[in-house]
């Protein structure tokens, strides 16, 4: 604040010097939301190995379940396959689409060295890439359209699980326990 009279040019070069202060403070804090956006992703990246790994031990089981009881494995074991197939589907879906905005964004670079190497997008400040992709192109639009019918594939494999008789299946492990426990 200046005390008495106040050159109004002095005060626009300063009203000047906050918006280009402000647009600058805006790139930065761009870059630094598409760092936590890769920080979100590697993070994602762990639980889809975590849920990964999960997936194959269920598989296995119903692998042993489809030896030892196809007859009633079998409904099960299907929709298991099917939910795989489509979840994977969809997964490669995205990741090509990931794929395609780091590559037009400029791809990937190694930063550091050794044990603090890592790869990250080079592209960090091209912000234009997705708005063209996803707005511009449509493809936005084309990507949403593949995940709703995804979700309403998988809706609809939960309906079939509820029409399989479970509670038969259940029945007729207890009894194959109890019998192999006599």
Known sequence: MSVGKTNPMRQQMINMMYLVLTALLALNVSAEILKAFQTVNEGMEGSIRLMEGKNDVTMKAFDKL???S????????DLAEETNTKADTLYNYIQRWIDRVIEESGGMTVEGKGEEAEEVMSGMSNLETCPRLFIEDKYGDEIADKVNTARQDFIDIISRVKTIDV???E????????????
Request: glycine share 0%; no cysteine.
């Open 171 to 182: 029945d007729r492990k207890s009894t194959r326990l109890n019998s192999s426990h006599t």
């Open 167 to 169: 509670k038969s299946f």
């Open 70 to 77: 196809p007859t009633t494995t079998k409904e099960f074991y």
């Open 66 to 68: 489809m030896k030892s």
